[in-house]
């Protein structure tokens, strides 16, 4: 039976990993992480490559030991009940490969075979897309149209967690947009996500939570929003002016944390926006100088992870 | 049943397959002619041995290049790894690669058979029971072989190694290309610890000889053993990830899946007679090569037919018996003329004697030699034929150029039956017609006997080339 509503305790924990350990030889690919994933959340787990998150989801689904800490998902250890887990989880690779003459309705009847419980194969081809390319060999299909059986397949028992390992990781923007709306479409089914990424902008738009992993640790956990208001880093207002005005004394305006100029723009950090943008009116009237254009922007993810490990996300 | 769908599933995407379906039905069948129209000429007798090797080759075909590589691939191309995100296990996978394996070897032996009995008229002496219990038996084992290939391989470039040496071993030392009678006494003792032996001498027995099946239940179990040994050792070392690789040490366990064939070997070795029974297969080459023969085309060479001779006392001026006597041995043989000889004729000749052990246990040994002239037109010659009627030995017949007695030439086994029986030995298989054919001078025929001791009595009659 199809369950378009995975029943849950609003939160209620489950999935918690404590001080999470793991080493590939001399490699600490974890160092003492840990989190909880509330019932009908989408957390994710952002980071660059390299940030221990493939291990972490794979420790999570029970395809790796740890060396040291604990993970319980969905009350069982994935460690001891790998079997029992399976039945309850459903995953998708970084790269789905499927046998290239395998059509796309035989690979989800036969994973769907594997399971106690499992979903209307003919309900999920047609949530996905998939209903035109039923009978397409896996080698015909697009890198799109590859990702979307991928997710399909990870649905096919009608799991209480979801997890998704870079789901998007070298689609082309309009194909990634593409995967957001399958993915809030899980939402929206109250179902539980744990997906990781290193886009900035799928973390921002998909989860309620986020945990920033960094070479192998935790270094900021909360939701988008949070992670932004606590790193303190402000709008950033982008500025023209009718006259050039020295950099110092704009930093005497009252909010503003930082500036530089590029290409005849000031760029001012700002916090909070709403009191420096007051104070940069009467201070230009005061300079018989005139605003030409202004542009404000939010700070996001980046900036954050910026702030707290001191370099970009490499894409 | 997970297993069951992901075999027919597999099977599936076989058939979907160009290239893979061109090697699982159309290669084997390309063997099978092959085999029947050049080495069996369309003999039906002969065409019943040859089908041994070819449903062997295709067995070993099908394990070494299709189920051994399946798994490499799947590892490789990481197709496995969605298969462990589910709730299975490796034993899952590996059975349903076996059933593939199996389930895809049934149609294709179905058309072996069908093509051999409509096209040569191969007689099935066997039921359809113990052709399926033999190819299930061969099936399960080398899928053995091609289990641990595949699980010792880390990568499929070593598989390939793995899989060719193996393979060419077994093709060219095991009786799968060349009747193991045919071959020196030392690779027919090689032979004896490789599988692909103990399945070509099994289906050979029972196909030409409608031996039971049950004279070969040693081989068998042998067979099953290693097959069983393969499968556990494929779970052993299964790996989902081609990141996962295994240590040179645990590669060297999997030399343990040699040692049912090693204990074979060494007990076949160890038995009095052991290449008798594969002999005594090989005769059916012979006896039916005469049923086919048409006198009006043939043109006979005759070396000895013996009708001429009036006493005993002429037949030793021209046969030299020797027996290791020569060298402390006490054996002893005798030639007499007999009356009648083959086919009602007037005479043929007698070689009777008794194998005695010789110093340090070696074997009795014992020989009847005779010059010969080859004829004129040497390039003509096919073989040497005569008429042969003993008691179940091996005895060997073996053609010595000029000026090269004391140089080893390959001597040719072959089993006489209770009656007269026509026996037929190609001449490359003796010597080589082109470096000694124009040689002047008389070429020796020698036959001979050694073995267990013991009494022997060998009656030839119609010496001759064709």
Avoid at chain 2, 117 to 126: A, D, G, Q, S, Y
Wanted: one cysteine or more.
């Amino acid at each position: 039976m199809y369950l378009l509503m995975a029943t849950f305790e609003e939160n209620s924990i489950l999935v918690s990993v404590q001080n999470l350990h793991k080493h590939y030889g001399d490699l600490a690919a974890l160092r003492g992480i840990s989190f909880d994933i509330l019932q009908g959340e989408i957390f994710g787990l952002l980071g660059p490559n390299g940030a221990g998150k493939t291990t972490t989801i794979e420790i999570i689904e029970g395809l790796r030991q740890p060396d040291g800490g604990s993970v319980s998902v969905c009350g069982l250890d994935p460690a001891q009940e790998s079997m029992t887990l399976k039945q309850r989880i459903g995953a998708q690779l970084q790269s789905t490969v499927l046998p290239d003459k395998m059509r796309v309705d035989e690979a989800l009847h036969l994973f769907a075979s594997f399971y106690k419980r499992s979903a209307s194969v003919h309900l999920l081809m047609e949530q996905f897309g998939l209903e035109e390319k039923r009978h397409t060999f896996f080698e015909n299909l697009s890198g799109g149209q590859k990702q979307r059986l991928a997710l399909a397949l990870a649905l096919v028992n009608d799991p209480e967690l979801v997890l998704l390992d870079e789901p998007t990781v070298g689609l082309d923007p309009q194909l990634r947009r593409e995967i957001y709306s399958l993915i809030e479409h899980f939402r929206a089914e109250r179902r539980t996500v744990l997906l990781t990424t290193h886009y900035i902008e799928e973390a921002e738009r998909l989860c309620d939570r986020v945990a920033i992993m960094d070479r192998g640790q935790l270094v900021a956990l909360g939701t988008p929003r949070e992670l932004i208001a606590r790193s303190g880093q402000g709008a950033r207002l982008e500025i023209r002016l009718a006259k050039p005005v020295g950099l110092d004394r704009l930093k005497l305006i009252e909010g503003v944390i930082d500036c530089h100029e590029a290409d005849g723009a000031y760029f001012l950090h700002a916090q909070p926006a709403a009191v420096t943008i007051a104070a940069l009116v009467r201070f230009l009237e005061s300079q018989e100088n005139a605003l030409l254009e202004m542009h404000i922007a939010q700070p996001s993810l980046e900036d954050v992870f910026v702030e707290m490990t001191g370099r970009r996300m490499e894409h | 049943m997970p297993t069951v769908r992901i075999a027919l599933l597999t099977i599936r995407l076989v058939m979907r397959t160009k290239l893979a379906l061109f090697f699982t039905f159309i290669f084997p069948l390309v063997f099978l002619f092959v085999y029947a129209v050049l080495i069996a000429r369309g003999k039906p007798e002969v065409v019943a041995y040859m089908f041994g090797p070819v449903v062997t080759l295709n067995i070993m075909g099908s394990s070494f290049w299709g189920l051994g590589r399946q798994s490499v691939t799947q590892r490789e191309q990481g197709s496995l790894r969605r298969y462990r995100l589910a709730p299975i296990g490796p034993g899952t996978i590996l059975l349903s690669n076996l059933l593939a394996n199996y389930l895809l070897e049934l149609p294709t032996i179905s058309l072996l058979l069908f093509s051999a009995v409509v096209f040569f008229h191969m007689p099935m002496k066997i039921g359809w029971l113990t052709l399926l219990a033999l190819v299930t038996v061969g099936t399960f084992a080398f899928a053995g072989f091609g289990l641990t290939i595949s699980s010792v391989a880390n990568t499929m470039q070593e598989a390939q190694i793995y899989n060719n040496l193996v393979w060419v071993t077994l093709l060219f030392l095991s009786g799968v290309t060349f009747p193991l009678p045919m071959l020196p006494r030392w690779v027919q003792r090689l032979a004896m610890f490789f599988p692909s032996t103990y399945l070509v001498s099994a289906f050979q027995g029972v196909m030409a000889q409608a031996e039971p099946v049950r004279n070969h239940w040693p081989e068998m179990l042998v067979l099953v053993t290693s097959g069983v040994f393969g499968l556990l050792f494929a779970m052993r070392l299964f790996r989902w990830e081609k990141e996962e690789k295994i240590s040179t040490k645990a590669k060297l366990w999997s030399g343990v899946f040699a040692l049912p064939f090693l204990v074979m070997g060494l007990w076949m070795n160890t038995r009095a007679d052991p290449t008798a029974m594969w002999a005594r297969s090989y005769s059916v080459v012979g006896q039916a090569t005469t049923t086919s023969l048409n006198p009006e085309t043939e043109k006979p060479n005759l070396i000895e037919n013996f009708d001429g001779i009036q006493a005993s006392e002429e037949l030793l001026r021209r046969w030299q018996v020797s027996t290791d006597s020569d060298v402390s041995g006490h054996s002893m043989a005798e030639i007499s003329l007999l009356t009648p000889g083959a086919e009602g004729r007037r005479h043929a000749m007698r070689l009777k004697g008794r194998l005695a052990p010789g110093p340090k246990d070696a074997q009795g040994y014992v020989s009847a030699r005779c010059e010969v002239r080859v004829p004129a037109n040497s390039k003509g010659l096919r073989g040497l034929e005569f008429e042969a009627r003993g008691e179940s030995r091996i005895y060997q017949v073996g053609l010595q150029p000029p000026k090269a007695a004391s140089s080893p030439h390959p001597a040719i086994n072959f089993v006489p039956g209770e009656d007269w029986q026509n026996v037929r030995v190609p001449i490359a298989w003796l010597t080589d017609l082109a470096t000694y054919g124009l040689a002047n001078g008389p070429w020796v025929l020698e036959i001979s006997v050694t073995g267990p001791p013991g009494e022997f009595s060998l009656d030839l009659d119609e010496i001759r080339f064709y």
